[in-house]
């Protein structure tokens, strides 16, 4: 019998995780002589008040969908790929060979192209840690960290070395073409004569993120391969005994996790950046790991915690610019999310289902 509601793990506990994070967090700004009810209205207010701050709030939940997606389907296969991070950079390369080796007549064109490149590329980074894990027993913590850590020295190599454009002298790639401009949401909305901050970076990736959600469901609840998975994660013992071939489980879903880790480069690379620069990932691959634990796997979970990260990576810059509050204490109130949302989850869990068991007593 479970011991409490599906809503209630869903909802009910990161609802309280998140505001015992954010009751912390108030604390720490009152600590520095801060008024913590003007911090939240400055973050709330910049990350909402505008269709500027909204651009920018959609625009990094739209990396944290990706990278949580990635983390979820790895660990619904009970792997902790923590190699979001590198597997991102590898597909940022992808995107950029793509979208530099053809003068593309439009986007339409090129962004089919640039997912393929950036899928392709970070799942063939994935690909390694996840046969040192099924061939050779490696464990997928330990390999994955190690090629983020990789990646980014060869990224560093060939941004330097190889891709960069000459005569410039910051480590990146020259424009790509105009035909591989993503529209943004100012221009996919003016059409309809809605009004959208022509500055802020959103854009059509934010639907391809959502169409990744969708799809990601269709795979874990609806098709014989997420089955396998989620029994794979469930009881490796069990999944053997039905006939799940372990190397295949591991392998399938460490390629998926790869690709979609990868396909984040079609928003910051393609969609921003217009080019591939050195550190395009900006820790988005490990903030995954905490929209995935928040999330609970779930993409309409992952959904909703991309969009919180944003608030907080969005709202944080603006309290930082605004209220002369340190960076690093923004950086702060994201641990503390991310700590109440995973290692202290069990904090939360234990009394709120002896809640729910007291209560089913009562009612017996």
């Given at each position: 019998m479970k011991r409490m509601p599906r809503w209630a793990d869903v909802a009910l506990i990161p609802a309280i995780n998140l505001l015992l994070a954010f009751l912390i967090s108030g604390l720490v700004i009152l600590a520095i002589g801060k008024d913590p009810v003007v911090a939240i209205k400055t973050m709330v207010q910049g990350s909402f008040g505008d269709t500027r701050a909204w651009g920018y709030t959609l625009y990094y939940a739209t990396n944290f969908m990706f990278t949580g997606l990635a983390v979820a389907i790895a660990f619904h296969a009970r792997m902790f790929n923590i190699g979001g991070e590198g597997q991102a950079a590898i597909g940022g390369l992808g995107v950029a060979l793509v979208c530099l080796a053809v003068d593309w007549p439009h986007w339409l064109i090129a962004l089919p192209a640039a997912i393929i490149g950036g899928a392709v590329f970070g799942a063939a980074w994935a690909a390694i840690p996840a046969y040192l894990q099924a061939k050779r027993g490696s464990h997928i913590v330990i390999t994955t960290?190690?090629?983020?850590?990789?990646?980014?020295?060869?990224?560093?190599?060939?941004?330097?070395?190889?891709?960069?454009?000459?005569?410039?002298?910051?480590?990146e790639t020259r424009d790509f073409p105009a035909g591989a401009h993503l529209p943004t949401f100012h221009e996919m909305l003016a059409p309809l004569g809605?009004?959208?901050?022509?500055?802020?970076?959103?854009?059509?990736?934010?639907?391809?993120?959502?169409?990744?959600?969708?799809?990601?469901?269709?795979?874990?609840?609806?098709?014989?391969?997420?089955?396998?998975?989620?029994?794979?994660?469930?009881?490796?013992?069990?999944?053997?005994?039905?006939?799940?071939?372990?190397?295949?489980i591991i392998m399938l879903s460490m390629l998926i996790s790869g690709g979609l880790a990868g396909l984040m480069a079609i928003n910051n690379v393609m969609g921003e950046s217009e080019r591939l620069i050195l550190n395009s990932v900006e820790g988005a691959g490990f903030i995954g790991i905490a929209v995935a634990l928040m999330g609970r796997s779930h993409p309409v979970g992952v959904a909703l915690a991309a969009l919180l990260f944003g608030f907080l990576y969005q709202g944080g810059a603006e309290l930082a610019l605004w209220e002369s509050i340190p960076r690093e204490l923004v950086v702060v109130i994201q641990a503390l999310v991310i700590l109440?949302?995973?290692?202290?989850?069990?904090?939360?869990?234990?009394?709120?289902?002896?809640?729910?068991?007291?209560?089913?007593?009562?009612?017996a």
């Open positions: 960290i190690m090629f983020n850590f990789i990646a980014a020295a060869l990224m560093g190599y060939l941004l330097v070395n190889v891709l960069k454009e000459p005569g410039n002298m910051a480590a809605i009004e959208f901050n022509k500055n802020a970076p959103a854009n059509v990736s934010f639907i391809v993120a959502i169409l990744c959600c969708f799809l990601f469901w269709i795979l874990m609840w609806r098709t014989r391969l997420g089955y396998a998975i989620r029994a794979f994660g469930h009881s490796e013992s069990a999944a053997r005994y039905a006939g799940i071939s372990p190397t295949r109440f949302t995973g290692a202290l989850d069990g904090m939360v869990r234990k009394p709120v289902e002896n809640l729910f068991m007291i209560m089913r007593k009562e009612d």
